[in-house]
């Protein structure tokens, strides 16, 4: 069941962000879910990119109840954006991909999450990302952990350390490059490589059932915002193509190459 007001949050207080976009991920990951069992249209946007019903109306529910909770804390969000909506981001910021891996979600896949991130300076604090289609939710921050909530309950998770047998890594199904790709492995010992969509991939080296994953083309910022967060909360690290920690504010909010690592992958 949706809730139809949100109680009022300080911008101070991690815990309570935390829980926040913990419940809107939630929510929003049952309006996907009854859009994609009712079924729906697939548009195209100016950019190339696939948009459906389910983007934008998870969107719209996160955003407000983002706002309505703490005004003083911007939200910006992938469609909105696209839309040529500017919001001024200040020191702290949500930033929220509402549907990420449109492509899987139109085509009947499973990987396609919904992200809500927090940022301050230039840094992803916190963050939730829910896998509507597995029935998983991972919520992590600084200071807080990182854990995922299912069926089961609440589990603790932190990224492993690989094994002598090689890098279990994971690559984009959507975006790969292997002469890229082979670059990047090079000199690596790899166990196993599987292909998947959107931040699936992110929460899979989180919870240290994958080591490596190097996205090697462009992303937006809300696309790692979230995933980041709880990432490094579990021990892992997103690191750009310098090898520094992902940092965010950039020009058109675009990230260049990066990969992501569990413990000392």
């Known amino acids: 069941m949706i809730l139809s007001s949100v109680p ?7 815990r309570a962000l935390l829980a926040l976009a913990l419940r809107l991920a939630s929510e929003a990951a049952e309006i996907i879910n009854e859009i994609r069992a009712r079924g729906f249209q697939t548009e195209i946007k100016a950019d ?7 983007d934008r ?21 992938e469609e909105e954006m696209s839309a040529g909506v500017e919001v001024e981001a200040g020191h702290a910021y949500w930033l929220v991909d509402p549907l990420d891996g449109t492509r899987d979600f139109s085509s009947g896949g499973a990987d396609f999450t919904v992200n809500i991130g927090l ?14 289609a597995h029935g998983q939710i991972y919520a992590g921050g600084q200071g807080l952990g990182a854990n995922r909530y ?22 984009s ?3 790969g490059n292997s002469e890229l790709l082979d670059a990047w492995l090079a000199g690596r010992k790899v166990l196993s490589l599987e292909k998947m969509g959107s931040s699936v991939k992110f929460m899979r080296v989180a ?6 994953y190097p996205r090697l083309g462009p992303t937006m910022e809300w696309d790692t915002c979230a995933p980041q967060a709880i990432l490094e909360a579990a021990g892992g690290h997103l690191l750009d193509e310098h090898s520094a920690p992902m940092r965010y504010g950039k020009p058109g909010r675009l990230n260049a190459s990066f990969y992501c690592t569990g413990s000392e992958a």
């Open 57 to 77: 109306a998870s969107e719209r529910h996160i955003l407000r109840g983002l706002r309505d909770a703490c005004p003083s804390l911007p939200a910006i969000g």
């Open 48 to 54: 190339a990119s696939p948009v459906t019903e389910a």
């Open 173 to 175: 199904r959507h975006y």
């Open 8 to 14: 009022q949050v300080s911008p101070d207080d991690d």
């Open 150 to 171: 299912d069926a089961s309950g609440v589990q603790p998770i932190h990224t492993a350390k690989p094994s002598e047998e090689g890098l279990r890594v994971l690559a």
């Open 207 to 212: 919870e240290g059932t994958a080591d490596f």
């Open 119 to 132: 940022v301050r300076g230039e840094h992803a604090v916190l963050g939730v990302v829910a896998l509507p």
